[in-house]
């Protein structure tokens, strides 16, 4: 029987189970989403590129900003709107470079990136999901202002969920790209890699986009074998994370190893190897003697790696 380790609690998921009804049919009311918006109980989430601005608040930050707050703020770009939470809209509001570097520059506010302020729990985790919705739309719009048909400038419309070209008539919407992340396991041993840009000591499950014409299965084995040169057989589904970097959708996977002798792609990978049960609960508990680690619970990884360790793959 493969031992048991005791990891703690578990930790939730970030940028997942987000607390708004996305309310689509309130999209194309235009003077209700004007309505909402003006309201002093909404909640505006300000993104400037890859920046979240926060406020400041005694000793923890504030994502939330009033209706009345946006306008000190800067020169906003698109408003769109995210959702509501019971009554409470919320939006997400763009705001140009210049307006970021100001805000940088403030006492009142920090200014950084998404990744920091999950991994290092700046906010409530409540607000990781609305914030990542946002980033992720108004990114997209920020890169899709002209028509890919005919290149005339495009117009936002249904509260941000579509851009209409007034030229051709095509209409555009926001893309989500998906990606497999799997863990692939034989016996008590799984498969883990880094990259160079990963922090020392780091390792991760494998990853990489779903291609056209591809089943998930099909992408997480092929991703397998041409990073490390594993051959995988049955692949289980294990969860999904919206991934806002700029915006990616994270399909965790479960993988049966069926063959061993690993042929690491240099390009992909800085390197890969089996890591044994007890090595794997120290990397992610950070007891490891070399200093190996996981990443953080942020991350879907953390949390396909733990359900491997903890018997939960639904392999057999």
Known sequence: MSPRFDLGPKPRLAYAGSMLDRAAAKRTDLAMLAELEARPSTAAYVVGGEMIALKKNGSGFDPVFAPGEIGRLGRTTEHV??????????????????????????????????????????????????????KSLLHWHARHRFCANCGAQTAIVHGGWRRDCPQCGAQHFPRTDPVVIMLAATGDRCLLGRQSRFVAGMWSCLAGFVEPGESIEEAARRETLEEAGIVCGAVRYFASQPWPFPSSLMIGCHAQAISEEITVDRDELEDARWFGRADVAQMLLRRHPDGLTTPPPSAIAHHIIRAWLEGETLLR
Do not use: C, M, W
Not at 90 to 109: M, N, Q
């Open 81 to 134: 709107f995210l959702g509501l939470e019971n009554d409470r809209a919320h939006f997400g509001i763009g705001i140009d470079d210049d307006s970021v570097r100001a805000l940088k520059e403030r006492e009142d506010f920090l200014v950084t990136d998404l990744r920091s302020i999950a991994v290092q729990g700046l906010v409530d985790p409540d607000y990781l999901g609305p914030i990542a919705e946002a």
